[in-house]
């Protein structure tokens, strides 16, 4: 049993915010992966969208995608090493064959208003330079940096903010472990 550190509020679960995490397949998965874990772990799974755990099979991921970012409170950019040179993240003035997904996401985060937070895996932000003019924006945007050798101290300051941005979720998260019985009560009958 854990001890019941905030009110749990019954009503709790009407309120479920949405973290979204934004990443390249080929830059890093294993950050958005751990990420997820541990936001999971913290806020619950529910409260974390991360495309292929939470689209299911047959589904038009599309559409998915879109609606999953304009429902978030939060989005996190997920930068590794080959974000920028990444395949579909070609912004040197070569034509892309497909849809660069993490553009698309991140563009329709700043079009409805979602907070976009950048996630640095050991890297730098890149330039307004390095980048498309419509994703310019995100090198304005304060951004969260894990190192390897500080990760779980990384992450923990992370989950942190987002508590203090998404505060419901807390409730949230609370109110889930009550009802798995890992909260002790501190009512007397």
Excluded at 76 to 81: K, N, R, Y
Excluded at 87 to 98: L, T
């Amino acid at each position: 049993m854990l001890p019941e550190s905030t009110n749990c509020q019954a009503d709790a679960m009407k309120h479920n915010p949405h973290i979204f995490i934004s990443y390249r397949e080929a830059d890093e998965p294993f950050g958005a992966v751990l990420l997820d874990y541990t936001l999971s772990a913290r806020f619950g799974s529910e409260a974390i969208f991360r495309s292929v755990r939470s689209i299911p099979l047959g589904h038009d991921f599309a559409t998915a995608i879109r609606l999953a970012v304009r429902r978030s409170v939060v989005l996190l950019a997920v930068v590794g090493s080959r974000w920028t040179t990444a395949p579909h993240a070609d912004y040197q003035g070569r034509a892309c064959e497909s849809i660069d997904w993490v553009r698309e996401e991140i563009t329709e985060a700043f079009r409805f208003g979602v907070r976009v937070i950048p996630v640095l895996l050991d890297v730098d932000l890149p330039s307004a330079e390095e980048l498309p003019s419509d994703l310019a924006r995100l090198t304005r945007c304060q951004y969260m940096r894990i190192r390897h050798r500080d990760a779980e101290r990384d992450l923990d300051r992370l989950a942190q903010e987002l508590a203090e941005l998404l505060p419901s979720a807390t409730l949230l998260a609370c109110s889930n472990r009550h009802a798995a019985g890992l909260v002790r009560s501190t009512s007397r009958s």
